[in-house]
């Protein structure tokens, strides 16, 4: 008798003659990209909450205690710039007080942005 079982790391559909097997596991190359992907859609809803232009230039500066999403955010920083016009991503030991966290990927950070003069 022949059987098949699924794994874990696999999410698999079949209809008719056709089956259909996605790999749903993550590596840390995964989860740094999309911890930076959701940096980008942060800064760009604070960009929306100020009314700023497409065209505007801003600064970035970001507090966070998680060393991963740092180093996602360093790793990421050409795109993360690219896509939400920051000329600069900066790191703070503190934030300013009046600011929510947000969760980017799976870690607290505070981001505020800056007009570019």
Known sequence: ?????????????DE???QVAVSIGTTLELEREAAARDFIGQVQHLRKDVDLQIQDRIVVTASSEDADLRTAITEWSSTIQT???ADSINWSSTAPESLKPAIVGQSKAAI???KKS
């Open 16 to 18: 008719g003659n056709l």
């Open 1 to 13: 008798m022949i059987s098949t079982e699924q794994s874990t790391e696999w999410a698999c559909a």
């Open 112 to 114: 505020w942005i800056e």
């Open 83 to 85: 896509e939400t016009l």
